[in-house]
């Protein structure tokens, strides 16, 4: 069984520009959600995709968006990337909703993220 | 809204000694889990126990044990006999019965000297 894989490990952008993170689901799940962990924090959901389409959204501003492809695997946009944006962002994927394991959710390693 | 909360931001233990972390949750809903990562150095969250709000046993395996309260909404880890391996940050987290969206804590880094 092939767990979670993200890519890239590491990436330094600047401010103002644009980033794309990419992620691998698990064998078999069909649902990927992405956080955000800022240095000392808690991950924060920012939201997930089902189906290819999003199903379901933290509280993050629109220049944050995502996409799901057939393989279930996913990507995360950023655009106009700010200090702040800098972060773990993490990938967890899980089965479809309303399956009994729908919220074991199994996380990748993580893409961590510097913003200058 | 769900909000959970570790009071406790690190810890420092000797090995083998037993170590307790708190954590305590908010929600309105009747029916929601709980969750208990482990974060190591490398990043990756590892997942160590899913409970459901109605089912208060608690529950042992191996060193870990957990202690579900509904009366008191709290869902405390205990490792017992500390190990080195153990260092990490450790999460809470809560999600709403039928959803899977994760509300985490602030996390407890547990460090566990020789």
């Known amino acids: 069984e092939t767990g979670v894989t993200q890519s890239p490990t590491h990436l330094i952008k600047t401010r103002g520009q644009q980033v794309t993170l990419r992620c691998s689901s698990q064998?078999?799940?069909?649902?990927v959600s992405w956080y955000q962990q800022a240095l000392g924090q808690g991950p924060q959901f920012i939201f997930q995709y089902y189906r290819e389409e999003e199903n379901g959204r933290g509280n993050f501003p629109p220049r944050f968006s995502g996409l799901q492809f057939p393989n279930y695997s996913s990507e995360l946009n950023v655009n106009a990337l700010e200090l702040d944006d800098s972060a773990l962002y993490l990938c967890?994927?899980?089965?479809?909703?309303?399956?009994?394991?729908?919220?074991?959710?199994?996380f990748g390693p993580g893409t961590r993220l510097t913003v200058l | 809204a769900q909000k959970v909360t570790q009071a406790q931001t690190e810890i420092s233990v000797v090995e083998k000694e037993d170590v307790t972390l708190d954590c305590v949750y908010e929600t309105r809903d009747t029916t929601y889990y709980l969750f208990w990562y482990k974060q190591p150095p490398s990043g990756e969250l590892v997942f160590l126990i899913r409970?459901?709000?109605?089912?208060?046993q608690n529950e042992i395996s191996g060193r870990y044990s957990w202690n579900f309260q509904k009366s008191t909404s709290s869902f405390n880890f205990t490792i017992t006999a500390s190990q080195v391996v153990d260092s990490a940050v450790y999460f809470c987290?809560?999600?709403?019965?039928?959803?899977?969206?994760?509300?985490f804590g602030t996390g407890t880094q547990l460090k566990v000297e020789l």
């Open positions: 967890a994927s899980s089965p479809a909703p309303g399956l009994a394991d729908y919220n074991e959710q199994f």
């Open positions: 409970r459901n709000s109605f089912d208060e």
């Open positions: 064998s078999g799940h069909n649902t």
């Open positions: 987290a809560l999600s709403r019965g039928g959803g899977n969206k994760l509300t």
